[in-house]
């Protein structure tokens, strides 16, 4: 980077020193309900992977083999991820953060409300995977750039010295849509049999979807434009090709971005959609371990803005290595409690995984990528990094996790080995990392 460039940023970023509360309240309440609506959706595609859409769209498989073709459709959905994050990316840098929340936010409500009106396997053929794996491309394209336009958007609006709570809201609402759609099946699965369930049950969660996009639109659409953009506009810094940039000044902060990524993704994917499947075939119910995953993530809600909190106090790169050597620590003893099948223990093992472990990584990650890249191609940088970690770490490991299992039948510690591999990269690249707080330097400078 330029030295006149670089002493631009600081005064370009500053204007969100004089952001007013009141929209900065709108922004983050804009993040957190719009995030909750993108990632039902998207966790509600997972889940019914993980329970339901092996009898409906692939039965001509197996029951294992079922599962994992319907996890080869739900991944299908992280090769879109990163196409969306660089065409919204780019679109984000160049045009605007607002413009992106509500056309991603469409996307994602009304693809998922279409999966819920498809014909089964049984009524059209062939023709119903191949729907079902549209709509899930639609899902990815539109996932590739919602949480890091949420992310970008709060950490913009963030007073100094609280970007990292600011940054970690958007994560809030992704907590928020897991648990929203953990309950919408918990409590479709409760109220009717298993026939009942599978015949059209399993559908409603998806329909509700078009009842909650009126109101998260109706916030996006009233929330202003990130004053950090606007500022790069006035002082005319915008670039014309942000990942021409990105790859020119930041190829090191791509990669660690990267790096880290290979923990938190990964294991969010076993531990809060595929454990599911591991738990129904050791022959727990599958209310049982839907309402694990659901008070985990009920105490996740308090967890996030601790851990946002703890990264103003002691850095993001603190925060987040308590969460990937912890889970890498725990892994084994997580499966052990696992594998006694009480659903107490369990409940407890996972709110011990998920709700302190993981979300040490998951909220101190969106205040750590903001401050890795400049704010000119922030969006792609972020964008662009999370989603193409996604194809091989979150994308992959449902599907890598079934193939271990069915290789080494009602055996946990190949999958303890994987999960403790992705946290030994993450920990590499954190090692890698030098943190610096952007939103300090940008005071001292002004």
């Known amino acids: 980077m330029s030295t006149s460039t670089a002493s631009a940023l600081p005064h370009s970023e500053s204007a969100a020193d004089v952001a007013p509360r009141r929209e900065r309240m709108k922004v983050l309440a804009s993040a957190v309900f719009g995030s909750a609506l993108e990632w039902y959706d998207f966790y509600l595609y997972a889940q019914a992977a993980a329970l339901i859409f092996n009898k409906i769209f692939f039965p001509s498989f197996d029951p294992l083999a079922g599962t994992l073709a319907a996890f080869g459709s739900y991944f299908v959905g992280f090769l879109a991820r990163p196409v969306g994050g660089i065409v919204f990316g780019r679109y984000g840098d160049r045009v605007g953060r607002k413009k992106v929340l509500v056309i991603t936010l469409l996307m994602m409500g009304v693809s998922t409300t279409a999966i819920g009106f498809l014909p089964s396997f049984l009524s059209i053929g062939i023709a119903a995977p191949i729907l079902l794996t549209l709509c899930r491309v639609v899902q990815g394209l539109a996932a590739g750039a919602e949480y890091g336009a949420s992310v970008v958007m709060s950490a913009e609006f963030a007073p100094p010295g609280r970007r990292g709570i600011y940054a970690a809201l958007p994560a809030l609402g992704v907590s928020l849509g897991i648990m929203l759609a953990t309950a919408a099946f918990a409590v479709t699965g409760s109220l009717l049999s298993a026939a009942e369930f599978e015949s059209w049950g399993w559908r409603v969660p998806f329909l509700l979807s078009i009842l909650l996009i009126g109101a998260a639109l109706a916030i996006r659409l009233r929330v202003s434009e990130s004053p950090v953009f606007l500022a790069l506009q006035k002082k005319k810094e915008i670039v014309k090709a942000p990942i021409t940039e990105l790859f020119t000044h930041a190829r090191k902060p791509f990669f660690i971005a990267f790096g880290i990524r290979m923990a938190e993704n990964s294991t969010a994917y076993i531990f809060q959609a595929w454990i599911l499947t591991y738990l129904v075939q050791h022959g727990l119910s599958r209310s049982a371990g839907l309402n694990g995953v659901l008070i985990a993530t009920t105490v996740s809600l308090l967890t996030i ?51 302190v472990f993981y979300q040490a990584m998951f909220a101190s990650q969106g205040p750590l990528l903001t401050d890795l890249f400049d704010p000119r191609f922030r969006f792609t940088g972020i964008a662009l990094a999370r989603e193409t970690t996604a194809i091989v770490a979150g994308g992959l490991a449902p599907f890598i996790a079934t193939a271990l299992l069915a290789a080494f039948p009602g055996q946990s510690w190949p999958i303890s080995l994987y999960v403790i591999a992705m946290c030994v990269i993450t920990t590499v690249a954190l090692l890698m990392y030098r943190e610096k707080r952007r939103d300090h330097d940008e005071v001292s400078s002004t």
């Open 305 to 355: 803005p601790l851990w946002g909190w703890a990264s103003d106090k002691i850095g993001r790169k603190a925060v987040y290595m308590i969460g990937s050597v912890g889970i890498g620590l725990f892994t084994f003893p997580f499966f052990g409690i696992i594998d006694t099948l009480d659903p107490t223990l369990i409940a407890l093992a996972l709110v011990l995984m998920l709700s």
